[in-house]
Nanobody, 122 residues
Framework: QVQLVESGGGLVQPGGSLRLSCAAS????????MGWYRQAPGKQRELVAS???????NYRDSVKGRFTCSRDNAKNTVYLQMNSLKPEDTAVYYC????????????????WGQGTQVTVSS
C-alpha cells in the first residue's frame, strides 16, 4: 500500500509564500502522476497542479505564474512552491498519487494524502 504524508501548510499573509511537500512511502510500486488539489469550505475539490514522472506539468489558470509543482522521483516526493499567495488560495490542500503496483501485486492505484490547511490572511 502507498501512504502519502504531507507537510508545509500554515498561515501566511497575502503576497507571502509557502512550500508544500508530499512524500509517498511503501514499496513495490511506481508512481506516474502526482498532484495537488485543494478544497475550500463549501466548494468542490479542484486540481491545482500535477506533474508526471517525466516532468510534464499542468496548472489551473488561477495559479499559473505563481505556483510551481516539482518532483523528486528518487524520493517519491512532490512539492508545491506557492508564491504571491492570495486570500482566495485559502483551502485544504491534498496530495494525490496515481500509479501501478509491481509484481506480484500488479494493478493501478490512486491515493490521497490527509490534507494540509493553507490560510492566506492578514
Amino acid at each position: 500500500q502507498v501512504q502519502l504524508v504531507e507537510s508545509g501548510g500554515g498561515l501566511v499573509q497575502p503576497g507571502g509564500s509557502l512550500r508544500l511537500s508530499c512524500a509517498a512511502s511503501g514499496s513495490g510500486f511506481s508512481i506516474n502522476t502526482m498532484g495537488w488539489y485543494r478544497q475550500a469550505p463549501g466548494k468542490q475539490r479542484e486540481l491545482v497542479a500535477s506533474i508526471t514522472n517525466d516532468g510534464n506539468t499542468n496548472y489551473r489558470d488561477s495559479v499559473k505564474g505563481r505556483f510551481t509543482c516539482s518532483r523528486d522521483n528518487a524520493k517519491n516526493t512532490v512539492y508545491l512552491q506557492m508564491n504571491s499567495l492570495k486570500p482566495e488560495d485559502t483551502a485544504v490542500y491534498y496530495c494525490n498519487a496515481g500509479g501501478r503496483y509491481s509484481a506480484p501485486t500488479y494493478g493501478s492505484f490512486n491515493y490521497w494524502g490527509q490534507g494540509t490547511q493553507v490560510t492566506v490572511s492578514s
